[in-house]
Each structure stands twice: as C-alpha cells, then as structure tokens.
C-alpha cells in the first residue's frame, strides 16, 4: 500500500490579522467577511521568501524527526503556482538544497487547491510502478504576490504556507491509499485566473492599470481574478457527485468515513459541502481561521494539524478532497 508516513508544515513568520486590514479599509464589512471566509488572520510572505523556503524548513523539520532519510528518496513532486523562477523548476532546487543523487526524478506540477490531491495520485502510481518506494511531495504557494491589496475578495481569504509529505511503500495493509478520482472542467477556466503575465498575455502598462468591479473590489490583470459565488456553485454541485461517487465505487457510505478533509476553501464552502453531504460536524476539519486559504497546501496543513490536537487518528479512514483552480478537483481515500 501507498501511505502518507509523515507530514511538516511551514509558515512566514509575518501575520496579518483583520483587525490590521480593519485600521485600512474601513468601509470593508469585516463581519460579514469573517461569516462567509471564516478567516480572522492568515500568514504573509515577506519580500524575498518564497514557496522553496517554505518547502526547505518543512524538510528540515522532517529531518530533525528522523521522518526524512534524504537516501530513501526516489522522487520530488514540487506542487505550486508561485515557482521562484520561470525556469528551472523549484523541485529541481529543492533537490539541490537536499542534495540528493542523480538518480531523483524531480518535475512540477502547476495545480492550486486540486494540487495534493493530484500528487498524491502521481505520488501512488510512481510507488505502485516499482520507479520509487519514497516520494516528497511538496505544496507550497505565496499567494498574496497575486493578490491587489484593494480586492477584499481574495486579500481576506488566503494565506502563504507550504507542506512536505512523505508518500511511501508500506507492507501494512491495514493503512494506505484506497482509491482516488480526479476530474476537470477546463471550459470554466476563467472563473478563476490571472489573465496578464504569461505568453498569451505578457505584462504590459495595460495589464498593470487598476480596475474596480461592481462590488468596489480593486484589481489589475495581473492579479488574481476569482468568481466566488460561480465557483462556489460549480463545486457545491461537482464536489458532492464526486464524493458520492468515490464512496459508491468502495461500496461506503458517508457514514463509514471517520474524517473528511476538504480544501479549506471557505467557511462558506465548507458548510455548503457539509450540508450537501450531510457530514456530521465532529467528523469536519475545519482549519482557516489562524491560517486561511493556502491553496495546495491546505489539505496537508489541516490534516497534520488534526493529527496534531487528536481530531484525527492513525487508522482511521479519511477522505481527502480538493477542488478549485482550472476547474479542477480531486477525492481520495485514505486509511491514515
């Protein structure tokens, strides 16, 4: 089987609290941002710091636990849509940080909040093919590079971190990767972009000029756009099929899962999802209020946090799911 044998997470030092944005932008309702985000504070990247550095210190963390042998490793999965540079690819300097041998396959993958979910299908099927027995999988993001300070929308909802998980070969049977589904919906693309900045749209004096939408957020092109309420309908529908389905194709119920793990999207979306499925509130993580939205990372970061306060247990049967840019969206099952 295909397990998840440990967990770290990393985090900028600097913090931005609402009461911070509340001294700045006092005609934002906060009240009702904190209701629908359930965000209070959220971690930011400082200038220079970036998603390797996150992905390093996760690392060092593993190594001090004795959980990272850099000798085991057969593969790098570097998740992120905030790379440190064009090229080359950050897995590529995180091997060399590690110093890892010649013979680590390292690639990354570009994939927001669907991304852990996607990893770890790429993690299971390297491991299941015999081309490795360990792979690192990192989800990191600065995603508050992306966001105008002006777009209370965004600027409210997500937070920088990063997390490296172990995804190893283990002989137990009793824990390990169950099934996993992934899926696409590529023609709703635009409900979630950054339109300026790529080779389609290089930045430009245009792309760089401010906009304000109807509801007075501030943006450019060369900061995220995201439809909340038709993303939010999009997966309120995809989400719950996908869940169901899984459940179905292993012959389980909601009933049979003792903890469900959602990107933390949202406080809205994951009382949507909850309701929709009709998930037992004990069996929800829910982790956003000190941290926020951190995009491929906040699968891993909420579950080694509930494994950390006891809400989640070795043994149990879990499932992952992560949904959002591209649209994409991922669901697994996991014995952890």
């Not at 389609?200 to 007075?216: H, L, M």
């Not at 169901?244 to 406080?267: P, T, Y």
């Not at 809400?311 to 499932?319: D, H, I, K, S, V």
């Not at 992952?320 to 697994?332: E, I, K, N, Q």
């Amino acid at each position: 089987m295909t397990i998840i044998e440990a967990i770290s997470c990393a985090f900028p030092q600097r913090s931005l609290t609402n009461d911070e944005l509340r001294a700045v932008y006092r005609e934002w309702d906060f009240d009702r941002l904190e209701e629908r985000t359930g965000v209070f504070k959220r971690f930011v990247a400082s200038d220079g710091e970036t998603a390797l550095d996150f992905a390093a210190r996760a690392c060092q963390e593993l190594e001090s636990q004795g959980c990272l042998k850099t000798d085991d490793i057969g593969a790098i999965i570097f998740c992120t849509q905030t790379p440190d540079y064009i090229m080359p690819p950050n897995s590529c300097l995180l091997h060399g940080k590690l110093n890892l041998t010649p013979e680590v396959l390292a690639f990354d993958i570009n994939l927001a909040c669907s991304g852990y979910i996607y990893g770890l299908k790429l993690a299971d099927s390297l491991i299941r093919s015999g081309a490795t027995s360990r792979v690192l999988l990192v989800t990191a993001d600065t995603y508050s590079r992306y966001i105008h300070p002006g777009d209370r929308a965004t600027r409210c909802l997500f937070g920088d971190g990063g997390a490296v998980s172990i995804i190893a070969h283990s002989p137990d049977s009793r824990r390990g990767i169950r099934d996993i589904r992934c899926g696409t919906a590529g023609k709703h693309y635009e409900k979630f972009i950054i339109h300026a900045g790529g080779m389609r749209f290089p930045r430009s004096a245009e792309t760089a000029r401010e906009t304000v939408d109807k509801s007075g957020n501030v943006r450019t092109e060369e900061h995220i756009h995201m439809d909340g309420l038709g993303v939010l309908s999009f997966f309120n529908a995809t989400v719950a099929c996908s869940v169901k389905e899984i459940l179905a194709r292993n012959g389980l119920a909601i009933s049979d899962i003792d903890l469900f793990v959602f990107h933390q999207a949202s406080q809205l979306a994951l009382d949507s999802l909850r309701k929709a499925l009709d998930i037992p509130e004990h069996k929800m993580v829910r982790d956003l209020a000190e941290i926020g939205n951190l995009v491929s990372a906040s699968i891993p970061v909420a579950l080694s946090r509930a494994l950390l306060r006891g809400q989640a247990n070795r043994g149990q049967l879990a499932l992952l799911c992560g949904f959002g840019v591209g649209l994409s969206w991922g669901t697994a099952l996991v014995n952890l």
